[in-house]
């Protein structure tokens, strides 16, 4: 067939350069080069070739090599490009070794009315639905629209079935409400008809793709009412050898024939159950293959088929059946015979068209919850009622999709679909347009429903050559095996059998694998139903559902204002939350240990500074504001006098420690509540949840403030004397600046609000400062000749205080008590979230674990965070370190712990369980570092 | 992807909202008075019915109102939405 | 070329006829229920029982989960039970005579954060006390263990590390539910589909019977393992439970050349995968927040999980989601089960495995056989009774996933 026309398109397959045109398929393009066989099975390693023309292809898949490896597409479905390379796949896909290049992207899109499939009856929906005004998109997974008629070359309005669907989407394309997508597949229908689409949109364009275009996208579809017209899939019947290469879908053959101008063999014998096959072995005809009988099941065709076959010469073998497909390696003979046993005669055939009837397409009808019901006359499951039980489908299905046999009904049962999208979608309908017209429509004979040829002697007697799912390699015998181990679910049977797990999800097979169960088990097909239908419809590639969030959009990456400064001073990020923050500021050749031994130091004994601005920020303003806060911490807030600074613990109902903090009072009515840097919106929404659900009398608003502020801690013995010399107008005696207050102040010329609060026992102050300014406070500070600290010191400074991080040294199974915090836990308040907690049997158990210091007895000896504490000579675990540090103060090692009974256990001797190694630890109190606290005030 | 109509908002994607499970389990008045029993059916005990449910939502990534919806859990068809404060409404 | 799948036996069960009473009715015929119908017959020497199934035998969540097998779990009362089921799962097939596929393949579960790394080292740790294989690996190790792992520090989470069980891997779910089932019916049991209850006959605070689809059943006891339906079935004997239902989806992909030798998972990125025996990928995804019967999720829900799945494995970026699915899953508020007895006498309650009920199917069913047997909890599930909600002591899975700094 170099003869077709159009432009040439190179590629290369299994290692052999060859030429395609323009438009073809992979699978075309192979056929008219006369390749026939093109992959190989994955359990028994046969040979396999084309057996449709679309997605719904078992057994010709290929991996795409170039342009970007890919693993396992049908050649059916894949364009080819020039500089194409492919090869048939023996059952499994390779993963590329290199990262994909290409972009990924999502759409939004909401409409009136969405139609699935631009076949015959989508068209006409979309261009009713259309014609009354509603928003419409209209989506098919084909390159062009037409469905059907790009394979049957029927003529619609006198026109080419092809040429009318491409005028007719091409009008439609152009009104501005409505939206043609080809190359896309919607592969799901969800609740509430939302519904998602994968769109190709450079893989046809090969090496000539923009690299600016995203290869595909995925649209996310908000549809009022969605029009099904997903059309029908040919399936066959099992018969022994009807796996081989040459064995192929009746329609699919004839699509060859009119749409790619190919011929799929030369001499070919038709195998047909139902009048459409006949069609397709006319058009084959009269391109020129040899059709050398048609083998039909029934007794009688309709008459006007056999009419014309007889008029071509064709050989119509009624109440006939092929028992055997032979060939090695493909098909060169077909046995043929009559049903009721007569003699078989085998006729030499390269192609053997097989129509076992018509499968609408119920994936996407059945995904959206809708119920399928079993219809005799085209021996298959079609959609049941929309409005069936308590669940209303805002969904109309439309042609072939729901059994219509004809182009001319396909055509005015979509129309009507459209129309009644329409209403249903609020739009007036107007008035009914003349249906196109269909001219040569002969009348059909009914269809017979035959799922399974009886092996004949010697061909096939055992089953193992009656292929049920081809690309699992599963035959009838395998079915048989299933029901007879006492199997009677088509689940458990596809199960056993892996029967429609393949890639094709068992497009072809599912309702004959159904059959053939419900024949072994003496059923109804009808009543043993199918398995269930579920997304996507057609593979979708990790890729495109990935879209953009990846990388570094994969979570939002927040950082303060002094961002920039810490990366160019070389501190390693820790992540927390979503933050980023410097972990800790190395000098020129210092390790991580060496700098934070010097980060704390400058903090006890000279003066250093930290980046706080992550931490949450909350105003909680209005009149009501202290008793929302009394209600939701444990301790007493109403009393904090304005100008001054309280700690405070949040529990959850059961007890347990949620978060801390401290709060701030800027006003009788308005507090500023600080979070943990990782549960500041958890906070936030905590506070809001009890507002408008329980309390909504209390007047109060809670706004996240995080973002406005920077805030510089200031920490160390030094720490008064550089803060009197940044802000000279702001007395910081320690009369009149006492610790746990706030001062508005300028600061290095910056309007500041600076809180005298501590997390490391030293002499320390937040600055606070509007966001932009944040930089020059820091810079500012600094310039001081303040050392700057990270996370790990922070970390460091305050557990040598005994005080806990939240998430650290509690998670979750840790009240204020357990913490030896009960002092921050109101006697006075009759009742806070978490207080009924603390006396339930569990939480008053002596034994809890509680926060206790550890001092490893070999003072160099640095405890992993994570391991745990044992009695010397037990194994029980009484406990774990939750932080381990080295202390510059200290001058030594140290760690904090949760242990059992752990106050009690102050000053006993216990083993940190290392593997085999036992780490002699002392149980200490939690506050290692100046209990008295007479750091604090410098 | 449920599509929820915010009392606020009009319709929006599921994704728009936070979860917040059974709606119309008060606060007990005075938790010091129950027993164990009683305050472990207010923290851990909610509904879990296969069928209509009130529950409550939050609009999270929009106005950041809680109100309630029933749905029915079995279909997740939802049958009413309406604000908080308000009696769950009875539906045919 | 491809690894063959192993011949299931020639006989697995016959469907039974409901009889009229039985001394214990197990409702729901998935993993738990046959497991547990198993040890009844097997260590307890009761086979005069009936396992009623709605459906088809194991199509709930057993035929619907990801197939990973660990014991790894940070809690004492938590590691006991999945390690005596791992324990079960080492020498099952030879037990049950039947192939089930078992891969002991190891298990990573990364660490994305320096507080992932602490809970990460506490579980090895906690896990090595409690006799539970474990280590805990550096990112080098872990890209040697499983090279398509990113652990570049570009991940936006990058790879600080892992816990590693050696013991750990997947199953072949339908086969160890089929073998389950196989057993127990050889042992007389009686397996029975398409039998939905609709009732529970509760007499002076005892249980006498269930009634069902296929007509009323008397029995001794009644063990419930309805797992996406226990607050369901539970109600109709007037039992209250601690359980909220949500749906939980997984996929797969096309069968891929083997890239994934072991089982990856990661909390903070949300993914678990592993390859399975005949090349595809099977991922779990995420919860859908909301409670729902419908055996379904939302689609985000998916897209979230490839994302995080390309996140972790680029080379995944152009394999194919083929299919996905959803299952229901009964959650309790410390994400630990419920194991035990109910306030209604002879009636035992079996629920709440959340998104982790497949690992500990012949440990639950050896540990509830025993407390249906014996009228008292086993000491391996005793933590997990009903009323520990009531006095606090939650055996919390949850409680490492607290994040805050």
């Known amino acids: 067939m170099t003869s077709r026309p159009g432009e040439v398109v190179r590629f290369r397959f299994d290692g052999r350069d060859y030429e395609g045109r323009r438009g073809d398929t992979l699978a075309a393009a192979l056929l008219a080069n006369g390749v026939r066989r093109v992959s190989t099975s994955v359990q028994l390693g046969q040979p396999r070739g084309i057996f449709s ?396 429903h035959l799922w399974l040829v009886p092996a004949a002697d010697g061909d096939g007697d055992d089953y193992r050559e009656h292929f049920v799912d081809l690309q699992r390699d599963v035959t009838v015998a395998d079915v048989l095996r299933a029901t007879g181990a006492g199997l009677r679910s088509v689940e458990h049977v596809k199960r056993y059998t892996t029967a429609g797990t393949a890639h094709d999800q068992g497009r072809t097979s599912g309702l004959l694998t159904s059959a053939i169960t419900a024949h072994a088990l003496g059923l109804d097909v009808a009543d043993l139903g199918v398995t269930t239908f579920r997304a996507p419809y057609a593979p979708v590639s990790f890729a495109a559902l990935a879209g953009r969030d990846r990388g570094h959009l994969h979570d939002p990456v927040r950082v303060t204002a002094m961002h920039d400064w810490h990366v160019a001073r070389g501190a390693p990020l820790e992540n927390v939350g979503q933050w980023k923050r410097p972990w800790y500021y190395p000098l020129d050749g210092e390790d991580m240990t060496a700098a934070v031994l010097r980060e704390c130091r400058a903090a006890r004994e000279d003066v250093a500074m930290m980046d706080a601005s992550t931490l949450g920020k909350i105003d909680v303003i209005g009149p009501d504001a202290a008793e929302l806060l009394d209600r939701l911490y444990t301790n007493m807030m109403s009393t904090l006098p304005v100008g001054s600074i309280r700690y405070g613990v949040m529990c959850r109902p059961d007890g347990m420690v949620f978060d801390d903090g401290t709060v701030i009072r800027l006003a009788e009515d308005h507090f500023l509540a600080t979070t943990t840097t990782g549960n500041a919106a958890a906070v936030l929404d905590w506070m809001e949840e009890w507002l408008q659900t329980e309390w909504p009398s209390l007047r109060v608003h809670c706004t996240s403030v995080t973002e406005q502020w920077a805030t510089v801690a200031l920490v160390g013995p030094r720490s008064r004397e550089v803060l009197a010399g940044l802000a000279p107008g702001l007395d910081v005696g320690n009369a009149s600046f006492p610790f746990m207050t706030w001062r508005d102040a300028e600061v290095a010329g910056i309007p500041a609000r600076v809180c005298r609060i501590s997390f490391s026992g030293e002499l320390a102050y937040e600055i606070n400062v509007r966001s932009w300014y944040g930089l020059a406070l820091w810079e500012a500070v600094n310039a001081a000749g303040v050392t700057p600290y990270g996370t790990e010191t922070m970390h460091v400074l305050r557990a040598e205080k005994g005080y806990p991080i939240i998430g650290q040294d509690t998670d979750g199974t840790v009240t204020p008590q357990d913490l030896g915090m009960a002092w921050v836990v109101s006697k006075k308040k009759a009742d806070f979230i978490g207080k009924r907690s603390f006396s339930r049997a569990d939480t008053v158990r002596p034994d809890r674990k509680q926060l206790v210091g550890l001092l490893p007895e070999d003072t160099g000896r640095l405890l992993p965070e994570g391991v745990h504490l044992v009695e010397p000579g037990g194994t029980r675990a009484l406990g774990h370190v939750t932080s381990g540090y080295r202390s510059a103060a200290l001058g030594r090692t140290f760690a904090l712990a949760l242990i059992s009974g752990g106050r009690e256990r102050v000053g006993e001797r216990l083993h940190a369980a290392m593997g085999e190694e036992m780490i002699p630890v002392t149980v200490t109190h939690h506050v290692l570092y100046d209990p008295e606290g007479a750091r604090r005030d410098g | 992807m449920l599509l929820i109509p915010c009392p606020w908002c009009g319709p929006r994607d599921e994704i728009e909202f936070h979860y917040g499970g059974q709606a119309h389990v008060a606060y007990p008045e005075d938790p010091a008075a129950l027993s164990d029993e009683e305050w472990a059916r207010y923290l851990f005990f909610r509904d879990n019915p296969k069928g209509r449910f009130a529950e409550r939502w939050s609009h999270s990534a929009g106005c950041r109102r809680w109100f309630n919806v029933v749905r029915d859990t079995a279909t997740n068809e939802i049958h009413a939405v309406y604000r908080i404060g308000e009696p769950r409404p009875v539906i045919a | 070329m491809t690894e063959n799948l192993p011949d299931h036996p020639d006989w697995l069960w016959a469907a039974a006829e409901p009889k009229r009473s039985y001394d214990v009715v197990i409702v729901g015929g998935g993993g738990h229920g046959l497991a547990t119908a198993y040890y009844l017959a097997k260590n307890h020497g009761i086979t005069n029982v009936a396992v009623l199934e709605r459906g088809w035998l194991a199509g709930g969540n057993m035929a619907r989960n990801t197939t990973i097998i660990r014991s790894n779990y940070l809690w004492d009362e938590s590691a006991g039970i999945y390690e005596h089921a791992l324990k079960l799962w080492e020498g099952l097939e030879d037990d049950l005579g039947y192939p089930l596929l078992f891969s002991q393949r190891g298990v990573l579960n990364l660490a994305h954060s320096l507080q992932d790394v602490r809970d990460s080292v506490r579980r090895v740790h906690a896990n090595r006390l409690n006799g539970v294989d474990a280590e805990w690996l550096e990112p080098e190790q872990v890209k040697e263990l499983c090279p398509i792992v990113d652990v570049s520090p570009d991940v936006r989470y990058p790879v600080l590390g892992a816990t590693y069980q050696p013991r750990a891997g997947i199953a072949k779910h339908d086969y160890v539910a089929w073998g389950f089932a196989r057993a127990a019916a050889a042992y007389g049991v009686d397996l029975i589909e398409n039998c939905e209850v609709t009732g529970l006959d509760v007499r002076d605070g005892r249980v006498t019977g269930v009634r069902t689809t296929r007509g009323p059943i008397a029995a001794g006891k009644v063990a419930l393992c309805a797992a996406g339906h226990s607050s369901v079935v539970a109600a109709m004997a007037g039992v209250a439970l601690p359980l909220q239902s949500h749906p939980l989806q997984a996929l797969v992909s096309e069968l891929l050349e083997p890239v994934h030798p072991t089982v990856v998972m990661s909390n903070a990125v949300h993914v678990y995968v592993s390859q399975a025996h005949k090349g595809e990928l099977v991922m779990g995804a995420g919860i859908d927040a909301a409670n729902s019967y419908r055996q379904r999720g939302a689609f985000h829900i998916i897209e979230r999980q490839m994302a995080a799945a390309l996140e972790l494995f680029p080379v995944f970026a152009r394999a194919h989601v083929l299919r996905t699915w959803g299952g229901v899953v009964d959650v309790t508020p410390d994400a630990s089960p419920i194991v035990g007895l109910t306030p209604v006498d002879d009636l035992y309650v079996n629920c709440g495995w959340g998104t982790g009920g497949f690992k500990a199917t012949p440990g639950v069913g050896w540990c509830y056989a025993h407390t249906v047997a014996h009228g008292e909890p086993h000491p391996l599930s005793a933590p997990f009774s009903l009323d520990r909600f009531t006095t606090g002591a939650l055996v919390d899975e949850h409680g490492a996933a607290a994040v805050a700094h």
């Open chain 1, 53 to 448: 023309a679309g997605g719904e292809e078992p057994n010709a898949l290929v991996q795409i090599e170039t342009p970007f490896p890919e693993p396992m597409l049908p050649a059916t479905t894949v364009e080819i490009c020039d500089g194409l390379v492919a090869t048939g796949l023996p059952g499994k896909g390779r993963l590329a070794d290199r990262p994909d290049p290409a972009r990924y992207d999502t759409v939004h899109a909401h409409c009136d009315v969405l139609v699935v499939g631009a076949g015959p009856a989508g068209l006409m929906a979309a261009a009713e639905a259309a014609r009354g005004g509603a928003r419409v998109i209209l989506a098919d997974e084909r390159p062009a629209p037409g469905g059907s008629l790009l394979g049957t070359a029927e003529a619609v309005d006198g026109l080419p079935g092809r040429r009318w669907a491409a005028e007719r989407a091409a009008e439609l394309d152009g009104l501005a409400d409505v939206r043609v997508l080809c190359r896309t597949t919607v592969f799901g229908h969800y609740d509430d008809n939302y519904l998602v689409a994968v769109e190709r949109r450079t893989n046809h364009l090969g090496a000539a793709a923009p690299a600016t275009t995203a290869r595909e996208r995925i649209w996310r579809i908000r549809a009022r009412r969605v029009v099904h017209a997903t059309g029908a899939h040919e399936r066959f019947p099992a018969f022994a050898g009807n796996d081989l290469p040459g064995v192929m879908l009746a329609g699919a053959a004839r699509t060859y024939v009119n749409q790619y101008g190919v011929r799929p063999g030369r001499r070919a014998v038709v195998l047909t159950t139902n009048d459409t096959a006949y069609p397709a072995a006319l058009d084959l005809a009269a391109a020129g293959i040899e059709i050398a009988a048609i083998v039909d099941v029934r007794q009688a065709p309709g008459e006007e088929w056999a009419r014309r076959c007889a008029e071509r010469g064709i050989d119509v073998l009624t109440g006939h059946v092929v028992t055997a497909a032979r060939g090695a390696g493909e098909l060169s003979s077909v046995v043929v015979a009559p049903e009721d046993g007569g003699q078989a005669r085998d006729v030499p055939a390269d192609l053997l068209l097989v129509s076992g009837g018509w499968t609408p397409v119920v994936h996407l009808f059945s995904q959206a919850g809708g119920t399928l019901r079993f219809d005799e006359e085209i021996g298959a499951f079609v959609p049941g009622d929309t409005q069936a039980r308590d669940v209303r489908l805002a969904v109309e299905v439309a042609g072939s999709a729901r059994g219509v046999p004809t182009l001319s009904g396909c055509l005015r049962d979509g129309a009507e679909a459209g129309r009644r999208a329409l209403a249903a979608a609020g739009f007036a309908v107007p008035d009914q347009a003349p249906p196109p017209a269909v001219e040569d429509e002969p009348a059909a004979a009914p269809a017979r």
